[in-house]
Nanobody
Framework: QVQLVESGGGLVPPGGSLRLSCVAA????????MGWYRQAPGKQRDLVAS???????NYAESVKGRFTISRDRGKNTVYLQMNSLKPEDTAVYYC??????????WGQGTQVTVSS
């Protein structure tokens, strides 16, 4: 069973930045399309960014131009650089395979709170 561990969340003021990291044992990220999802209280989990095995990236309209997804194959890590954060970005962020019906077991996620 794949175990995903997300980290890097925290409390930041509007306009701030965070970089999230996701690691897993083994070189699984290099052979899978990966994504970052988020779930705000009372809402469904949504995909916000994805990266294919060929490093093609896609973003939800709400984060386009502010978030950047990347992958370090050597460290078997997927990152999400988040800039110009807004209060509506507040959520628990998870990484997993895309599309979501191919997802492995979900990790604990990392909480991002954008507030002054």
């Amino acid at each position: 069973q794949v175990q995903l561990v997300e980290s890097g969340g925290g409390l930041v003021p509007p306009g701030g930045s965070l970089r999230l990291s996701c690691v897993a044992a083994g070189s699984i990220f290099s052979i899978n399309d990966m994504g970052w999802y988020r779930q705000a209280p009372g809402k469904q989990r949504d995909l916000v960014a994805s990266i294919t095995t060929l490093s093609t990236t896609n973003y939800a309209e709400s984060v386009k131009g502010r978030f950047t997804i990347s992958r370090d194959r050597g460290k078997n890590t997927v990152y999400l650089q988040m800039n110009s954060l807004k209060p509506e970005d507040t959520a628990v962020y998870y990484c997993n395979r895309v599309p979501s019906f191919h997802a492995w077991a979900w990790g604990q996620g990392t909480q991002v709170t954008v507030s002054s």
